[in-house]
């Protein structure tokens, strides 16, 4: 799809901030597992956090496409800072600015839209994995002194900007009823809710991951995020738009495999001649270049129908499915052009293949992508 002028500039300043800021540093982050709290704040600066947020409580409301945008550049350069804003936007801000009450945005949203702070959303469940209806964590209404409050205990697995310094809340779905899912905002903090230790990941080692546990975490009623059993709905929704953001991470990084990939292959030299000379390494770059222009179509229109108010659950599932397999394959295959380099941890590729392995699982598996594409096909599964 054609970007608009002010789309095309926008992408050139996030690329520039994030060649100058992210990527000489990528690789150290990577190595030290170290989240970059103060890169996160500039970028929070620059008003990426804010892209889904209406201007009344601090964003710009530009939309999902100048969304998928920022998210790809910022890939492009490390994918664990990709994923930090894929998570602050789409699974942080959103929940609460597309459900939340007037004085819920009003408390929480101008912080999250600036990246002064981090929101997570914890959905995932250590037995429940793609099964998003097999929600245990329980959440209990009671009287208390001040008034109705929400108690609230279960786990929860595989939390993005659940444990960073400068994350303000989780909002989790619980059971409200034995037929219902409710979401809930729990302010960091709060008493009850276990942030546990990160967990040691083969990739986005940059990124913040836990698991949290909440026993007796007790928050007031108000915290209730929408309607009362209205949790199913509001997380599949926020599912759609964050399969479209994961497949614009998955676009960045096939495009650094191709920047990668052609500089290496015009340097290295094998039996008198740059190896791009070859057949064998020209063509994994062509099928790598085919890659990243259909994945990047399918992923920007899947996006210009979200912000256009059209059905996109469908090309959601397209664009992640198709976006996401393709770049585990060009990594695999810039792993290959690399050669022994490629093993190196100290080359990008290395990185690179390690990150996108996760890209076919969160949001959605692979398989869960398929499933969704069948039944709009209307087959009986």
């Known amino acids: ?75 492009r350069a490390d994918q664990s800072l990709g994923i930090t804003l894929e998570a602050g936007t789409l699974l942080g801000a959103e929940p609460i600015h597309r459900f939340g009450s007037d004085a819920q945005k009003e408390r929480w949203l101008p912080d999250l839209a600036s990246g002064r702070a981090l929101a997570a959303f914890g959905l995932t469940e250590p037995d429940g994995g793609s099964d998003v209806f097999a929600t245990t964590t329980r959440a209990e209404h009671r009287d208390g002194p001040g008034g109705g409050q ?14 960073t310094p400068i994350t303000s809340l989780v909002t989790v779905t619980a059971r409200t009823g034995p037929e219902e899912v409710s979401t809930v905002i729990v302010p960091a903090g709060t008493p009850g809710l276990i942030v546990e230790p990160p967990y040691r990941k083969m990739g986005w080692h940059a990124s913040d991951t836990h698991g949290v546990t909440l026993e007796d975490c007790t928050v007031p009623e108000d915290h209730l995020l929408g309607q009362r059993g209205r949790g199913a ?115 990008p590729v290395s990185r690179y293949y390690r990150d996108a392995k996760i890209l076919e699982i969160g949001e959605g598996t692979s398989e869960i992508q398929r499933l969704v594409i069948s039944r709009e096909l209307g087959l009986p599964v």
């Open 150 to 163: 929400w108690v609230l205990n279960g786990a929860k697995a595989f939390i993005t900007n659940s444990g």
């Open 233 to 347: 709905h509001q997380f599949l929704a926020t599912l759609d738009a964050g399969r479209i953001a994961i497949a614009a991470l998955a676009v960045g990084l096939i495009a650094a495999c191709l920047d990668e990939c052609v500089a290496y292959a015009n340097q290295r030299t094998a039996f008198g001649h740059p190896i791009g000379a070859y057949q064998a390494v020209a063509f994994k770059c062509a099928d790598m270049a085919v890659a990243l222009e259909t994945s990047r179509l399918a992923t920007y229109e899947a996006a210009r129908r979200f912000d256009a108010g059209a059905p996109h659950g469908k090309e959601a599932a397209v664009a992640k499915l198709a976006a996401t397999e393709a770049a585990v394959a060009a990594t695999r295959e810039a792993t290959q052009i690399f050669g022994g380099y490629g093993f190196i941890d100290e080359t």
């Open 1 to 75: 799809m054609e970007l608009t002028p002010e789309q095309d500039e926008f992408r050139q300043v996030v690329r520039d901030f994030a060649t100058e800021r992210i990527a000489p540093h990528a690789e150290t982050w990577d190595r030290e597992h170290r989240f970059p709290t103060e890169v996160v704040q500039e970028m929070g600066k620059l008003g990426l956090f804010g892209l889904l947020v209406s201007e009344r409580w601090g964003g710009s409301g530009a939309g999902l496409v100048t969304l998928c945008l920022a998210i790809e550049e910022i890939g």
